[in-house]
């Protein structure tokens, strides 16, 4: 009970475009135990989206996976064969997606598409078992009239409607992980708001295990228990959301939550990280944040800064943190 | 930035591609098969402006008869044969290529003016104009499209000219269709209305915001084009309603061999209807290079 | 907008849009410099014959008026008379149209048959050796000059190797021994019906060439555009999403992603039939088979008017009918799509 439900070990992903190979991760690690929400945070391109894939084994071709461990409850996901995977995923592994007009199949009645992952996963089998739980399913993600919405088409219902169907049949076969990509970014904000107080009301009620990729460090506060902070594929910050909040680390980590509106700040004007992502194409050998950082060192742009510990359970990549003894310090 | 050509200062746009890595035309050069067929077009045009000057039968390519080496099937010295009059087909050929690329300029060229400009004024007037411009291509639309083409060329008179604007009068259309959807979209764009309320006059907006635009899928579906445009006038030709003996024509070619096909004599209609189906093929492959090039789609991942 | 209300206004439009083809073909007939007169009254007529001839006809009376008396005539039902046979219009088509609407239907049928499970494997399998030899066939099949290959077929199948007849529908022995009795028109059909096993065997014989030949442009056509279309449909979030939730991958090509993907091939398959109609004329003419093509072709080129105005206007009709049907079939099948 004490081993994490999801151990990833220094997992590289490397994409063949016709420009060269993109480095999309650069050896990440992190461990989600059960029941707790882990944040993947970073810009567009940070490499968080591809994590999520990887782990269900649907790392979109040019794509593809060149090194590490993805151990799901102690088992190697990279060596289970396709049909294996399979078995994961939809049943264990669950995953939503971030548009959710685009995610639910056009010409299908929602009904339908909830009993086709139900009859798949054995959930249930005769046709007025499956229309019970589906309507069950649709009042729990907080669906008015479900017997309506079973027998309507995606493009009749709102965007939050949608995104609450995808929930529900994520969640249909009662799965131990759920990777929630960027499930309200398309969303009008009052919306993300309802939706994101249903997930949260949903992990409590289940204690499922959840991955929650997002750019949004509202959201990171709000809703998850562990965060990885992630730029350029690479982790560059992670640890407890308190602790990170109280003590950013790291450079970048730093320059994301002082670019966060927050009521109380009108004093000063939204603090911007100069530059852009580098495009991946050709990796620099240090560190990848080196030329955007405001406290760069020599060392940084020659060799990648180690992984070191901040606090308990806090730890950073950053040679900031390496060259001090007491990590609490900032330079 | 290169200097701007003056087609480009007539548009007012930068528009035409540039070679970075990443953009249309670097994809459209790294098209192996796409580059093929190109070479090899470029091999047919050659030898289509210099085909009297690459056979010793040139007048016979022109139609001469030498009626005494009738019917000589192929050889070093006729290595395609003779015809029913005694022509070379290696000349006949040659001089077909001429033909035909001619025709399919034409025929594309045409097509292609008369849908663009009618699709950008029924695009960008919309109203009455629209209305008026997108009935008269219903009508036209309504035709099976070689059916149109047979009538018009059969009312207009068998020749060479008459099948290509018969051919052009059928297929506008589509290019009048498919440059009103862009239009419309562009109109709305708030460049556009900007340079509408600083009072520039239509048709220089027309000019410089609305075509530029068009540009590209106009150029990937006349590309594509190209290949149909050649079988189709081949089959007017056939018929009989394209260019008249003695003019050397693919299809005209393959009907005048065909009475002879099962007489033995196979090499008369069997040639010109190869060269035909290679070059519509390489057109068709460079068509859908073209095509690739500019789907962004197709281009790769991005992260 | 219900059913009905989009049915009427289409048909409105259709009627409009076919008023509009019939003044076109008009113009474009009267436009023809050759003599109708000299085809009526036969090649040796005298100027006499032919002034009587011209007054006869009605062509002395001015273009709006000759037109008027057109439709009214359409109205009527009387789709005029060949001034080369002198028979009515329908008559001859009763008999050509069956004919020709055997060869496309059939071409159709192909299209569909095979062209859709191609290029569902094709788009699947993208970029694998499946998909490249299916891409290079179907590229090839939309570049073939029809005539051509309907000739090379010939010499190959009835000069070379004796297998097939050279042309007709029907052989002339059988055609005696074993006549067909016309029920529908559809010659197999019919052998089939009255049990005449050897009519429907020689009927067969007949229309393989034909219509293989007829049917590779469509079937070409039909996997280049489902390959795309499946293509497309794969790359959305939906099979992403039935992916990641552990569906089966047949499961997820044949009913999820097909589904999509047929949608646009649909509009496709009215084009195919369109194109097949007027490919059917060059086969026709190749393989003297006696239908609506070859009819209209010596029509043409003697100046033969009525028949080439009644032709145009039944096959566009057959046309503007056969979108209509493809337009409500893709109502049907998708969803989004609101009528109106």
Same mark, same amino acid.
Request: charged fraction near 15%.
């Given at each position: 009970?004490?081993?994490?439900?999801?151990?990833?070990?220094?997992?590289?992903?490397?994409?063949?475009?016709?420009?060269?190979?993109?480095?999309?991760?650069?050896?990440?690690?992190?461990?989600?135990?059960?029941?707790?929400?882990?944040?993947?945070?970073?810009?567009?391109?940070?490499?968080?989206?591809?994590?999520?894939?990887?782990?269900?084994?649907?790392?979109?071709?040019?794509?593809?996976?060149?090194?590490?461990?993805?151990?799901?409850?102690?088992?190697?996901?990279?060596?289970?064969?396709?049909?294996?995977?399979?078995?994961?995923?939809?049943?264990?592994?669950?995953?939503?997606?971030?548009?959710?007009?685009?995610?639910?199949?056009?010409?299908?009645?929602?009904?339908?598409?909830?009993?086709?992952?139900?009859?798949?996963?054995?959930?249930?089998?005769?046709?007025?078992?499956?229309?019970?739980?589906?309507?069950?399913?649709?009042?729990?993600?907080?669906?008015?009239?479900?017997?309506?919405?079973?027998?309507?088409?995606?493009?009749?219902?709102?965007?939050?409607?949608?995104?609450?169907?995808?929930?529900?049949?994520?969640?249909?076969?009662?799965?131990?992980?759920?990777?929630?990509?960027?499930?309200?970014?398309?969303?009008?904000?009052?919306?993300?708001?309802?939706?994101?107080?249903?997930?949260?009301?949903?992990?409590?009620?289940?204690?499922?295990?959840?991955?929650?990729?997002?750019?949004?460090?509202?959201?990171?506060?709000?809703?998850?228990?562990?965060?990885?902070?992630?730029?350029?594929?690479?982790?560059?910050?992670?640890?407890?959301?308190?602790?990170?909040?109280?003590?950013?680390?790291?450079?970048?980590?730093?320059?994301?939550?002082?670019?966060?509106?927050?009521?109380?700040?009108?004093?000063?004007?939204?603090?911007?990280?100069?530059?852009?992502?580098?495009?991946?194409?050709?990796?620099?050998?240090?560190?990848?944040?080196?030329?955007?950082?405001?406290?760069?060192?020599?060392?940084?742009?020659?060799?990648?800064?180690?992984?070191?510990?901040?606090?308990?359970?806090?730890?950073?990549?950053?040679?900031?943190?390496?060259?001090?003894?007491?990590?609490?310090?900032?330079? | 930035?290169?200097?701007?050509?003056?087609?480009?200062?007539?548009?007012?746009?930068?528009?035409?591609?540039?070679?970075?890595?990443?953009?249309?035309?670097?994809?459209?050069?790294?098209?192996?098969?796409?580059?093929?067929c190109s070479g090899f077009l470029l091999i047919v045009v050659v030898v289509a402006v210099l085909a009297p000057y690459l056979t010793a039968h040139a007048a016979e390519g022109r139609g001469?008869?030498?009626?005494?080496?009738?019917?000589?099937?192929?050889?070093?010295?006729?290595?395609l044969?003779?015809?029913?009059?005694?022509?070379d087909q290696v000349a006949r050929v040659l001089y077909g290529a001429r033909v035909a690329l001619s025709v399919a300029l034409v025929i594309v060229g045409?097509?292609?003016?008369?849908?663009?400009?009618?699709?950008?004024?029924?695009?960008?007037?919309?109203?009455?104009? @629209?209305?008026?411009?997108?009935? !008269? &291509?219903?009508?036209? +639309?309504? #035709?099976?499209? $070689?059916?149109?083409?047979?009538?018009?060329?059969?009312?207009?008179?068998?020749?060479l000219t008459?099948?290509m604007?018969?051919?052009?009068?059928?297929?506008?259309?589509?290019?009048?269709?498919?440059?009103?959807?862009?239009?419309?979209?562009?109109?709305?764009?708030?460049?556009?209305?900007?340079?509408?309320?600083?009072?520039?006059?239509?048709?220089?907006?027309?000019?410089?915001?609305?075509?530029?635009?068009?540009?590209?899928?106009?150029?990937?579906?006349?590309?594509? @084009?190209m290949g149909?445009a050649i !079988? &189709?006038s081949?089959? +007017?030709? #056939?018929?009989? $309603?394209?260019p008249?003996?003695?003019m050397a024509d693919w299809?005209?070619m393959?009907?005048?061999?065909?009475?002879?096909?099962?007489?033995?004599?196979?090499?008369?209609?069997?040639?010109p209807?190869?060269a035909l189906?290679l070059t519509a093929?390489a057109f068709?492959?460079l068509?859908?290079?073209?095509?690739?090039?500019?789907?962004?789609?197709?281009?790769?991942?991005?992260? | 907008?219900?059913?009905?209300?989009?049915?009427?206004?289409?048909?409105?439009?259709?009627?409009?849009?076919?008023?509009?083809?019939?003044?076109?073909?008009?113009?474009?007939?009267?436009?023809?410099?050759?003599?109708?007169?000299?085809?009526?009254?036969?090649?040796?007529?005298?100027?006499?014959?032919?002034?009587?001839?011209?007054?006869?006809?009605?062509?002395?009376?001015?273009?709006?008026?000759?037109?008027?008396?057109?439709?009214?005539?359409?109205?009527?039902?009387?789709?005029?008379?060949?001034?080369?046979?002198?028979?009515?219009?329908?008559?001859?088509?009763?008999?050509?149209?069956?004919?020709?609407?055997?060869?496309?239907?059939?071409?159709?049928?192909?299209?569909?048959?095979?062209?859709?499970?191609?290029?569902?494997?094709?788009?699947?399998?993208?970029?694998?050796?499946?998909?490249?030899?299916?891409?290079?066939?179907?590229?090839?099949?939309?570049?073939?000059?029809?005539?051509?290959?309907?000739?090379?077929?010939?010499?190959?199948?009835?000069?070379?190797?004796?297998?097939?007849?050279?042309?007709?529908?029907?052989?002339?022995?059988?055609?005696?021994?074993?006549?067909?009795?016309?029920?529908?028109?559809?010659?197999?059909?019919?052998?089939?019906?009255?049990?005449?096993?050897?009519?429907?065997?020689?009927?067969?014989?007949?229309?393989?060439?034909?219509?293989?030949?007829?049917?590779?442009?469509?079937?070409?056509?039909?996997?280049?555009?489902?390959?795309?279309?499946?293509?497309?449909?794969?790359?959305?979030?939906?099979?992403?999403?039935?992916?990641?939730?552990?569906?089966?991958?047949?499961?997820?090509?044949?009913?999820?992603?097909?589904?999509?993907?047929?949608?646009?091939?649909?509009?496709?398959?009215?084009?195919?039939?369109?194109?097949?109609?007027?490919?059917?004329?060059?086969?026709?003419?190749?393989?003297?088979?006696?239908?609506?093509?070859?009819?209209?072709?010596?029509?043409?080129?003697?100046?033969?008017?009525?028949?080439?105005?009644?032709?145009?206007?039944?096959?566009?009709?057959?046309?503007?009918?056969?979108?209509?049907?493809?337009?409500?079939?893709?109502?049907?099948?998708?969803?989004?799509?609101?009528?109106?």
């Amino acid at each position: 009970m004490n081993d994490p439900l999801l151990a990833v070990d220094d997992l590289r992903v490397l994409f063949h475009t016709p420009l060269g190979d993109v480095h999309a991760l650069r050896g990440v690690s992190f461990a989600l135990a059960r029941g707790r929400v882990l944040g993947l945070v970073g810009e567009s391109g940070c490499g968080k989206t591809v994590t999520g894939r990887a782990i269900v084994g649907l790392v979109p071709a040019p794509g593809e996976i060149v090194g590490g461990r993805i151990l799901f409850e102690g088992n190697d996901l990279l060596k289970l064969s396709e049909r294996e995977l399979r078995q994961i995923r939809g049943r264990r592994i669950s995953m939503i997606f971030q548009d959710p007009s685009a995610a639910l199949n056009p010409v299908f009645p929602i009904g339908q598409q909830i009993a086709e992952i139900m009859r798949q996963h054995k959930v249930a089998t005769s046709k007025g078992d499956l229309r019970e739980k589906a309507l069950a399913l649709l009042s729990d993600v907080g669906l008015p009239s479900p017997d309506e919405i079973l027998d309507s088409y995606p493009h009749q219902l709102s965007g939050g409607m949608q995104q609450r169907a995808m929930i529900a049949m994520a969640l249909s076969s009662r799965p131990d992980l759920l990777i929630a990509d960027e499930p309200t970014t398309s969303l009008d904000v009052t919306i993300q708001a309802q939706i994101l107080d249903l997930l949260i009301e949903l992990q409590l009620q289940t204690a499922i295990s959840v991955i929650l990729v997002t750019h949004n460090m509202g959201i990171v506060a709000e809703a998850c228990h562990e965060v990885a902070v992630l730029y350029a594929g690479c982790i560059v910050e992670f640890g407890s959301t308190r602790e990170l909040f109280r003590h950013p680390s790291h450079p970048y980590t730093q320059g994301l939550l002082k670019a966060m509106p927050l009521p109380g700040n009108r004093r000063h004007s939204l603090k911007v990280i100069p530059g852009s992502v580098p495009s991946g194409l050709r990796p620099s050998p240090g560190c990848a944040f080196a030329s955007r950082c405001d406290s760069v060192m020599e060392v940084c742009r020659q060799f990648p800064p180690p992984m070191v510990a901040v606090a308990d359970g806090h730890r950073v990549a950053c040679y900031l943190w390496a060259t001090s003894s007491n990590g609490r310090e900032n330079a | 930035m290169k200097p701007l050509g003056p087609i480009q200062r007539w548009l007012g746009n930068p528009a035409i591609p540039r070679l970075e890595p990443g953009s249309a035309l670097w994809f459209f050069r790294r098209d192996r098969v796409g580059m093929a067929c190109s070479g090899f077009l470029l091999i047919v045009v050659v030898v289509a402006v210099l085909a009297p000057y690459l056979t010793a039968h040139a007048a016979e390519g022109r139609g001469e008869p030498n009626l005494p080496d009738k019917f000589l099937p192929p050889s070093v010295e006729h290595p395609l044969g003779t015809d029913v009059l005694g022509r070379d087909q290696v000349a006949r050929v040659l001089y077909g290529a001429r033909v035909a690329l001619s025709v399919a300029l034409v025929i594309v060229g045409l097509s292609v003016l008369i849908g663009v400009t009618l699709g950008a004024l029924a695009g960008y007037f919309g109203g009455w104009v @629209d209305d008026a411009i997108m009935r !008269i &291509t219903d009508v036209f +639309l309504a #035709f099976p499209p $070689l059916l149109l083409a047979i009538a018009i060329a059969a009312a207009l008179g068998p020749s060479l000219t008459n099948a290509m604007i018969a051919i052009a009068l059928a297929w506008w259309p589509w290019y009048a269709r498919l440059v009103r959807a862009q239009a419309l979209s562009v109109r709305e764009r708030n460049y556009v209305r900007a340079a509408r309320s600083i009072g520039v006059d239509d048709l220089t907006i027309i000019r410089r915001h609305i075509i530029p635009n068009v540009l590209t899928p106009v150029f990937v579906q006349a590309a594509m @084009d190209m290949g149909s445009a050649i !079988i &189709t006038s081949a089959g +007017l030709s #056939f018929i009989g $309603l394209g260019p008249q003996p003695p003019m050397a024509d693919w299809g005209l070619m393959v009907n005048e061999g065909r009475a002879y096909l099962l007489g033995g004599r196979w090499w008369i209609s069997t040639f010109p209807g190869f060269a035909l189906f290679l070059t519509a093929l390489a057109f068709n492959l460079l068509g859908d290079s073209v095509r690739d090039a500019s789907d962004p789609r197709v281009r790769g991942a991005g992260a | 907008m219900t059913i009905g209300r989009y049915l009427l206004r289409r048909l409105g439009l259709a009627i409009f849009v076919a008023f509009g083809v019939l003044a076109v073909t008009f113009v474009i007939s009267r436009v023809v410099p050759s003599s109708p007169e000299r085809l009526y009254a036969g090649a040796r007529a005298n100027p006499e014959t032919i002034a009587l001839v011209h007054q006869r006809l009605g062509l002395d009376r001015p273009l709006t008026v000759q037109f008027a008396r057109y439709l009214a005539s359409l109205i009527r039902g009387d789709l005029g008379e060949s001034y080369a046979t002198k028979r009515p219009i329908l008559e001859d088509l009763r008999i050509f149209l069956p004919a020709t609407l055997e060869l496309v239907s059939l071409a159709s049928f192909l299209a569909l048959v095979v062209g859709i499970p191609v290029g569902v494997l094709s788009g699947a399998q993208r970029g694998r050796l499946f998909d490249r030899l299916a891409r290079l066939i179907s590229l090839s099949g939309v570049s073939i000059p029809l005539f051509w290959m309907a000739l090379l077929l010939q010499l190959v199948f009835f000069g070379l190797l004796g297998l097939l007849p050279l042309g007709g529908r029907v052989d002339p022995v059988v055609s005696v021994t074993n006549h067909i009795e016309t029920i529908t028109g559809f010659n197999v059909i019919d052998a089939a019906i009255t049990r005449n096993s050897i009519a429907l065997l020689d009927a067969v014989r007949h229309l393989i060439l034909p219509v293989s030949v007829l049917a590779i442009y469509p079937v070409a056509l039909t996997i280049r555009m489902t390959r795309a279309s499946m293509i497309e449909a794969l790359s959305e979030d939906y099979i992403l999403a039935a992916r990641a939730a552990g569906l089966p991958e047949s499961r997820v090509l044949f009913r999820l992603a097909l589904r999509n993907a047929l949608i646009p091939t649909l509009t496709v398959l009215g084009l195919t039939f369109a194109y097949s109609i007027t490919g059917a004329f060059l086969v026709e003419i190749v393989f003297a088979w006696p239908g609506v093509g070859k009819y209209v072709a010596d029509a043409i080129l003697a100046a033969d008017f009525p028949v080439v105005m009644a032709v145009t206007l039944v096959v566009t009709i057959v046309y503007i009918v056969v979108n209509l049907v493809v337009d409500l079939i893709q109502a049907a099948i998708d969803p989004r799509i609101r009528l109106g």
